[in-house]
């Protein structure tokens, strides 16, 4: 049976809307490093404003606007110091006629409402200092300006207030979202659990990286184990025997560990498909769609888990992933979708028009030069800059013509 590439991509978002949805969440530490780009599961509020409350911006002097409002060159004011507030000191007083020296972050004491800094006192630094609780202050400080009231002050909430909406549902954690969270005072943070994924690969020619003859390395395990991590997905790599019957007691005991199932190969007209085979009496769906690469592909919807099967050539399964899981695990984890951009190609290309093509190319000065489309080339999907998607019903582009492409391998 042949699919078209809309169907079978709608019929696996059907299949994988309960399995993301049903994912849970966990807690996480606001200092956990397995914060950063996780997802938010429930609108967060803030516990406290930000900032935290009224504080200097500036090292310098706290004073009441007012007594410095004739502070001039010609008629300095000069006035005593009071006790000094450091960053982290409770609140103090400053008493009338007085200044108390304060630093950055520090509390702006009760009674001040303006901030001078110690570069335009007289002196331009701070004499001795004395904090609250450690003896009587002394020295005095000599201004000749005056200084506005709420000059270099941060006042308590003017970022947010406390109550207010930190973070809706559904917010990927960025490092500076995370600062912004414990600033609000939040210390555990409900986060959509992780996607735990199982990557199956299969076939007897898979090999270790000194493969004896007829094998090869395995490449498609790291390289979508690789793409999925990027996803934040949890994934567990396994090569899963070439057998139907042990194939499908490995699946059996999978999809009770894992929320989706990932095979790679075995799926298309051969005598030995083992995937095929092992879920045949499985639920599996098996189809052609038409696309190229990754014409081959499958699914299956186990009791526990769903299993999605991808064709076995390097190029036909990264192209699989991401045109199939890619963008819904983007929609999990708060991503955008990527946009397409237009260039002209540098070469006329041909593409079969029954079918959706995806080629690889190399974007240089300006100019899209197409790629050989095999999908074993392996070392040529590493070096391309961009995918280009010739749709349905287009036989031949010409050079010079404007095509849309997707940037890759970035
Ligand atoms: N008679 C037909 N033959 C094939 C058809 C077809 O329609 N009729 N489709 C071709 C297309 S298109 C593709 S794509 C492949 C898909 O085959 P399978 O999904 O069954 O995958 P395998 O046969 O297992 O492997 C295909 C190819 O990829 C290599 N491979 C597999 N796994 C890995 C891996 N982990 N790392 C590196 N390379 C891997 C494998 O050795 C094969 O060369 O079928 C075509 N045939
Ligand atoms: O479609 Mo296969 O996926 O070309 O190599």
Do not use: W
């Given at each position: 049976?042949?699919?078209?590439?809309?169907?079978?991509?709608?019929?696996?978002?059907?299949?994988?809307?309960?399995?993301?949805?049903?994912?849970?969440?966990?807690?996480?530490?606001?200092?956990?490093?397995?914060?950063?780009?996780?997802?938010?599961?429930?609108?967060?509020?803030?516990?406290?404003?930000?900032?935290?409350?009224?504080?200097?911006?500036?090292?310098?002097?706290?004073?009441?606007?007012?007594?410095?409002?004739?502070?001039?060159?010609?008629?300095?004011?000069?006035?005593?110091?009071?006790?000094?507030?450091?960053?982290?000191?409770?609140r103090i007083t400053l008493l009338p006629g007085s200044v108390s020296p304060v630093m950055t972050g520090a509390m702006i004491p009760?009674?001040?409402?303006?901030?001078?800094?110690?570069?335009?006192?007289?002196?331009?630094?701070?004499?001795?200092?004395?904090?609250?609780?450690?003896?009587?202050?002394?020295?005095?400080?000599?201004f000749t300006a005056p200084s506005k009231p709420g000059r270099f002050i941060r006042e308590a909430g003017e970022d947010l207030g406390a109550g207010a909406l930190v973070a809706p549902a559904g917010t990927r954690l960025t490092p500076t979202m995370i600062a912004a969270l414990a600033s609000s005072g939040l210390s555990e943070i409900p986060v959509r659990r992780t996607l735990k994924v199982a990557l199956c690969t299969t076939g007897d020619e898979l090999g270790g990286p000194n493969p004896a003859e007829g094998q090869i390395p395995d490449a498609n395990s790291p390289m979508l184990a690789a793409l999925l991590r990027r996803y934040g997905v949890d994934v567990r790599t396994l090569q899963l025997p070439d057998a139907p019957d042990r194939f499908a007691v490995a699946i059996d005991q999978l999809q009770e560990q894992v929320d989706l199932i990932l095979t790679v190969g075995g799926i298309?007209?051969?005598?030995?498909?083992?995937?095929?085979?092992?879920?045949?009496?499985?639920?599996?769906?098996?189809?052609?769609?038409?696309?190229?690469?990754?014409?081959?592909?499958?699914?299956?919807?186990?009791?526990?888990?769903v299993v999605l099967c991808f064709p076995g050539n390097p190029?036909?399964?990264?192209?699989?992933?991401?045109?199939?899981?890619?963008p819904l695990l983007r929609v999990l984890n708060g991503l955008p979708e990527p946009q397409p951009e237009h260039y002209p190609l540098a070469q006329t290309v041909s593409s079969p028009e029954h079918k959706h093509q995806m080629r690889r190319a190399l974007l240089r000065e300006g100019q899209v030069t197409i790629l050989d489309p095999g999908s074993h080339l392996v070392h040529d999907l590493a070096r391309a800059d961009a995918l280009v998607h010739i749709p349905v019903g287009v036989s031949e582009l010409t050079a010079g013509q404007s095509v849309e492409i997707w940037r890759m391998n970035v």
């Open positions: 049976m042949s699919c078209t590439l809309k169907n079978h991509r709608a019929e696996l978002a059907e299949l994988l809307g309960p399995v993301f949805s049903n994912l849970g969440t966990q807690l996480l530490a606001v200092t956990s490093t397995e914060l950063c780009d996780r997802v938010t599961s429930e609108d967060l509020f803030a516990a406290l404003p930000i900032p935290a409350f009224t504080n200097s911006q500036m090292d310098g002097y706290a004073a009441r606007s007012a007594e410095l409002a004739s502070a001039s060159a010609d008629c300095p004011v000069i006035l005593p110091l009071g006790f000094t507030a450091a960053a982290g000191d409770r009760e009674g001040a409402d303006t901030i001078i800094p110690v570069e335009e006192s007289s002196t331009g630094s701070f004499p001795d200092l004395v904090r609250a609780h450690q003896g009587t202050p002394s020295g005095q400080a000599t298309s007209a051969g005598a030995y498909e083992v995937v095929r085979q092992a879920l045949a009496g499985r639920g599996g769906n098996f189809h052609h769609v038409a696309i190229q690469p990754g014409g081959p592909q499958g699914f299956a919807r186990l009791e526990h888990s190029v036909s399964a990264l192209l699989s992933v991401e045109l199939f899981l890619t």
